[in-house]
């Protein structure tokens, strides 16, 4: 086993490519209630989850939106974001009367999902646990 120096501590973040960063940004914020940070002159969209390391430290997960060097094909496949919700069937009700579809539900003893796309094609899992992480 690979000392804790050696191995990968978290998620430092999610950088997201996009054709339309600002509508996809936009779509983010009114449908998941993402407040995004401009940090590059309208190419580049983030916000930070903050947390606390075991060892007491502050840290974050960025979550960043941003301009595509080249067009982008829609569907995409190559990664699925998975957000955590705290009521899903509050969350599925609100993202149904935007019109939003919802590809599939599934609930499991440790928790239930649903999977929705964003504007783009980039496939969304949206997660509610039923015990909180480390627990058995």
Not at 25 to 51: I, M, N, R, S, V
């Amino acid at each position: 086993m690979a000392s804790e120096t050696l191995s990968v501590r978290g998620l430092g973040g999610v950088f997201l490519q996009a054709n339309d960063p600002v509508a996809l940004k936009d779509w983010y914020a009114q449908h998941l209630g993402l407040a995004f940070t401009c940090w590059g002159e309208g190419t580049c969209y983030g916000l930070e989850f903050p947390f606390t390391e075991p060892d007491g430290t502050q840290a974050h997960t960025l979550f960043s939106i941003m301009k595509a060097k080249t067009p982008l094909p829609s569907p995409r496949q190559e990664c699925m974001l998975n957000w955590r919700v705290a009521d899903l069937n509050a969350f599925l009700t609100h993202l149904e009367a935007a019109g939003i579809a919802v590809e599939k539900r599934e609930d499991y003893d440790y928790g239930r999902f649903a999977w929705i796309m964003d504007p783009e094609g980039n496939r969304i899992e949206l997660y509610q646990p039923l015990m909180e992480p480390g627990t058995v």
